[in-house]
């Protein structure tokens, strides 16, 4: 762990680089509190700092109110060394946002324990923000297929509709819907019927352009997002997921499956800025291509489906 050593002192940087280093830290040293500070503000901080209370520039507390009011993550932890020992300024040290302080002539001892206090903190801090960052990610991901889930791909259309507008693009939109599903869950069970879902998301990401985006957006529903792309293209690429997945069976079990969907398809146009409506006209051209005799694509805009009277 890097710790940072900021004492305008000569003797007593030396002294505490030899004991960091000697317990196994990476120290990195500044003469004065504005050095201290500029170490302090940089994107890949050192977690911990020992700052001597007394420095040109700045002071110890200086920096560390300073570094609290920039409320960053990860947390630093601040140790203030102090040849000061009176309650009141032990009380201005932990007010500018010290987590501890050493009085000097310091213990070597007691810094090490001090010190494994601090990195215990750091340590916890680092621990929560995996945990956290590993939940967010949770969050927008279905956890069968691995694909977005419903929220996360509705936010990626979202984003996607705005972006676009604002460079007068449209987005082609795939709603897709595997045909009899349900037989295959009644027929084989539901693990078979999770793995025709992981491999149709498979053969769907296996089958889009880098930008594309692809979500599980119900059940057996896979919601397709395309940016900069017309009614026609996105038609022509709603075809080419269905010849994929319709191409070659899905062996499960040692059991071939034959698996088709249906696609409805609609475009962004300029005047709708509401992600949700083109879900619904996507979904109604869906409705279509079931209707026809389902494994077949249909195309809708805005302005020819019925939803063009809720704008
Ligand atoms: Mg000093």
Not at 69 to 84: A, C, G, V
Not at 205 to 223: A, H, I, K, T, W
Not at 288 to 293: N, V
Request: glycine share 6%; aromatic share 6%; hydrophobic share 40%.
């Amino acid at each position: 762990m890097k710790v940072l050593v900021a004492d305008d002192s000569a003797t007593s940087r030396q002294m505490l680089r030899a004991a960091l280093a000697k317990w196994g830290y990476e120290v990195v040293l500044a003469e004065n509190g504005a050095e201290a500070w500029d170490i302090l503000a940089e994107p890949d901080a050192p977690p911990m700092a020992i700052l001597d209370w007394v420095m040109p520039h700045m002071t110890g507390p200086d920096v560390c109110r300073r570094v609290r009011e920039t409320r960053r993550e990860p947390y630093t932890y601040i140790l203030l060394l102090t040849s000061k020992n009176t309650k009141g300024e032990t009380v201005e040290g932990l007010e500018a946002g010290a987590d501890d302080y050493i009085v000097k002539p310091f213990d070597q001892h007691e810094l090490q324990v001090r010190l494994r206090a601090g990195k215990r903190i750091i340590d916890l801090q680092m621990d929560l923000m995996k945990a956290r960052e590993e939940l967010r990610e949770r969050a927008n991901k279905d956890l069968l297929t691995m694909l977005p889930n419903r929220s996360a791909i509705s936010n990626a259309l979202r984003q996607e509709i705005s972006r676009c507008h604002r460079d007068r693009r449209t987005v082609g939109v795939i709603l897709l819907d595997l045909d009899h599903f349900k037989k295959i869950n009644d027929s084989y069970g539901h693990f078979a019927g999770d793995a025709v879902l992981r491999e149709t998301a498979t053969r769907l990401r296996s089958n889009m352009r880098p930008y594309d985006q692809v979500g599980r957006y119900g059940g057996e529903e896979f919601l397709v997002v395309l940016p900069n792309c017309d009614l026609e293209q996105a038609s022509n690429q709603a075809e080419r997921m269905r010849h994929k997945l319709e191409a070659s069976n899905m062996v499960v079990d040692g059991i071939e499956l034959t698996i088709s969907a249906s696609f409805g398809v609609t475009v962004s146009d300029g005047s709708e800025r509401n992600p949700d409506i083109f879900v619904r006209v996507a979904d109604e051209a869906l409705y279509r291509a079931k209707a026809s005799g389902r494994n077949c694509v249909s195309k809708l805009t805005l302005e020819d489906s019925s939803h063009r009277s809720a704008v």
